[in-house]
């Protein structure tokens, strides 16, 4: 396992993304972390859709508050992998304002490997472990 964050994305908060105090709703704290998660997926080159999919469903997430992201702000997510399991995998996210050097907030989620069909956890196929942990 790494504790290193090993990706990081970068976006802006939109304004469709605040309430009237122009501060991020808290539900796209998630949607952001999804967003850094996909962008790792990429990275690594482990497909999340089609027939060789790496399929993943949610089972636990956990969002910790710092301080808000506003409006206009540039936030960095930065990605690390916790742990991987045998058919589990666990990923931190944290969101930092653009060259702040602590986190606004972070994201703890959990994720299970499943066979689509029978909806039971699955082991996380050799070829997927390595991508995610980064190895060669």
Do not use: C
Request: a negative charge.
């Amino acid at each position: 396992m790494t504790t290193e964050f090993r990706h990081y994305t970068s976006f802006r908060v939109r304004f469709a993304e605040i309430d009237g105090q122009m501060v991020v709703f808290n539900s796209r704290y998630l949607e952001y972390a999804d967003n850094v998660l996909t962008e790792f997926m990429r990275a690594a080159d482990v497909p999340v859709s089609g027939p060789q999919s790496f399929e993943m469903q949610v089972v636990e997430s956990t969002v910790k508050y710092k301080r808000a992201l506003r409006f206009d702000d540039e936030v960095e997510g930065w990605l690390r992998v916790e742990r991987v399991g045998r058919s589990s995998v666990i990923f931190e996210i944290e969101f930092r304002i653009k060259g702040a050097g602590e986190a606004s907030a972070s994201v703890t989620l959990a994720y299970v490997h499943v066979d689509l069909e029978t909806e039971k956890s699955q082991e996380i196929p050799a070829s997927v472990r390595t991508k995610i942990l980064g190895e060669r």
